[in-house]
């Protein structure tokens, strides 16, 4: 029977992927990093030295949204602001060695994160679940 409840399915999960960020970064001894943070950092180590403008873009916040993050991403010690060389109208966001040495960390959390969301799925299953939640997110 259809039950008709996939918006509060969706915010269960969503509330339990941020619990486990959290905890799993309290276990390594990270501090002040919250899982918005880890969005911005991910697209960093990814390519580092994006602009504000690009990271608002990847993470699909709003650009005071995604300024507040990375403020604090720069008071913690984990990136830097640097004006680009050709334009100093553009401020480019730089991850600094505190910054880089979370990889690791990061990385650890990203595959328990993957294991848990499609451990126990088969191929096909998972690739239904991405189309299924893609095609919803394409809807907004």
């Known amino acids: ?6 918006a509060a399915l969706v915010g269960t999960i969503r509330d339990s992927i941020n619990k486990l960020i959290v905890s799993e970064l309290e276990s390594y ?14 697209f960093l180590y990814q390519t580092d030295g994006l602009s ?21 991403l720069v ?3 984990y990136v830097e602001r640097k004006k680009e060389r050709e334009d100093s109208r553009v ?27 499609y451990g ?3 191929d096909e299953e998972k690739k239904q679940l991405e189309y299924l939640l893609e095609h919803i997110k394409n809807r907004f």
């Open 120 to 122: 126990g799925l088969k």
């Open 1 to 6: 029977m259809l039950k008709n409840n996939a």
């Open 52 to 72: 504000i403008k690009e990271l608002t873009q990847k993470i699909a916040r709003q650009q005071p949204t995604v300024t507040v993050l990375i403020d604090k």
């Open 91 to 117: 401020t480019l966001i730089y991850l600094t060695e505190k910054g880089k040495e979370l990889e690791p960390i990061f990385e650890a959390i990203s595959n328990k994160l993957k294991e848990t969301i």
């Open 29 to 42: 001894g990270v501090e002040g990093i919250v899982p918005t943070h880890g969005g911005i950092l991910m």
């Open 75 to 77: 008071k913690l010690g």
